[in-house]
Structures are given as C-alpha cells and as structure tokens.
T-cell receptor, first 115, second 110 residues
C-alpha cells in the first residue's frame, strides 16, 4: 500500500512560471489537504477538499489553486510562482472531512524553490 | 478557535520518560486533542488522540486533566529515534482547527 505519493520530490522554479504539484492517495479517503511548511515553522493549511468535487480555502490560499476531479488526486497549482512560495509542501488525506478529529495521513513532501 | 502553546524545545537522554505539555485554555466542548510527530524531511505522523482523562497506545500516553485546559504527551523510555518535532492540535472539525503551530523540538541524547 503506497498511501500518499507526491511529485516531484523537489523542484527549482523560476519566478513567474506555472507549476503543479501532484498528490495521489490510494486509501479511498474522502478528504485531502495541502499544507506548506516554512523553515522552523509549523504547517499552514493552503487548501482542502472534503470530498471529490468540492474544495475550500485554508489559512494561506493566495497564489494557489486546487482541483478535486476524483477521489484519488488533489493537485496544487501555482499559477505564477513567486520567491515567497519557496517552501516544503505536504499533501495529506483523512478518511472523512473531520480533521483534526480524523487522523491525517501525510505524504513525503515536495521541496519547492522559487528563484 | 482553540490556540495551543507548547515549549519550543526539550532535551532528554535515552531511557528517560519525556513529558511534553500543551496549553489550550479556550478549548471548546467538542474539541479533541491530537498529537503528531514529525521527523526531519518527512511529513507528520499521527501519534495519539484523546478527549478526556488518559489514553494509552503502543507509542505514547496522553494525560488530560478534568478541566481540559492542558494536555501532556508522555513518551516512556525515549530512544535516539524519538528525536523529532511534536505538534499538539486542538479542534473538532473544519479548516479553522487545522493549525499545527511551531511544535516542540525534542532532542534525545545518548
């Protein structure tokens, strides 16, 4: 069982470029989440989806968009990357949209550097 | 929204018991208390969750006093591999409760 996979593992990106971070889960979880983690800080929620076809904004949504066309995939897109989006991005899922009561399962992360 | 306060860092030695306390003075009636562990270059991993009194699993124990304004994660006989950042989350459901904060950085020495 793979759990949650993220791609790419790391990426260096020029400012102004468009980038999509991929996230796939094979646990048939209803809810999925995207977080960013900056050096020495905790995780901040960017966007979430409680079920396929629905999405919502988290704490820091500006500059990011998501889609949830099916249960398994939850891509995060940076339409025009800026250096302040340099961070480690974690995708997570939970069985129902009941986090934090619901246990979240995290992917390995994508390290993104915007120059 | 229940805000949490944890120590920034803690040091311990192998074989000792480590207790990490999280303060959450404005916890709501429906809120659960959840702890995650994060190793360097990995995503967080669920450790334990509780609502009141004491919860124990194969990894840790969680102590919650009657007023629920704080909670203590207890790691028995830590090893070097327990060196990690530990996050306390308090909330019921919904995005407003998904704030991990800065966590407690535990360093276990030989």
């Amino acid at each position: 069982i793979a759990g949650i996979t993220q791609a790419p593992t790391s990426q260096i990106l020029a400012a102004g470029r468009r980038m999509t971070l991929r996230c796939t889960q094979d646990m048939r979880h209803n809810a999925m989440y995207w977080y960013r983690q900056d050096l020495g800080l905790g995780l901040r929620l960017i966007h979430y989806s409680n079920t396929a076809g629905t999405t919502g904004k988290g704490e820091v949504p500006d500059g990011y968009s998501v889609s949830r066309a099916n249960t398994d995939d939850f891509p995060l897109t940076l339409a025009s990357a800026v250096p302040s989006q340099t961070s480690v991005y974690f995708c997570a899922s939970s069985e129902e949209g009941l986090a934090p009561r619901d246990e979240q399962f995290f992917g390995p992360g994508t390290r993104l550097t915007v120059l | 929204l229940a805000k949490t306060t944890q120590p920034i860092s803690m040091d311990s030695y192998e074989g000792q018991e480590v207790n990490i306390t999280c303060s959450h003075n404005n916890i709501a009636t429906n809120d659960y208390i959840t702890w995650y562990q994060q190793f360097p270059s990995q995503g967080p991993r669920f450790i334990i969750q509780g609502y009141k009194t004491k919860v124990t699993n194969e990894v840790a124990s969680l102590f919650i006093p009657a007023d629920r304004k704080s909670s203590t994660l207890s790691l028995p006989r830590v090893s070097l591999s327990d060196t990690a950042v530990y996050y306390c989350l308090v909330g019921d459901t919904g995005r407003r409760a998904l704030t991990f904060g800065s966590g407690t950085r535990l360093q276990v020495q030989p």
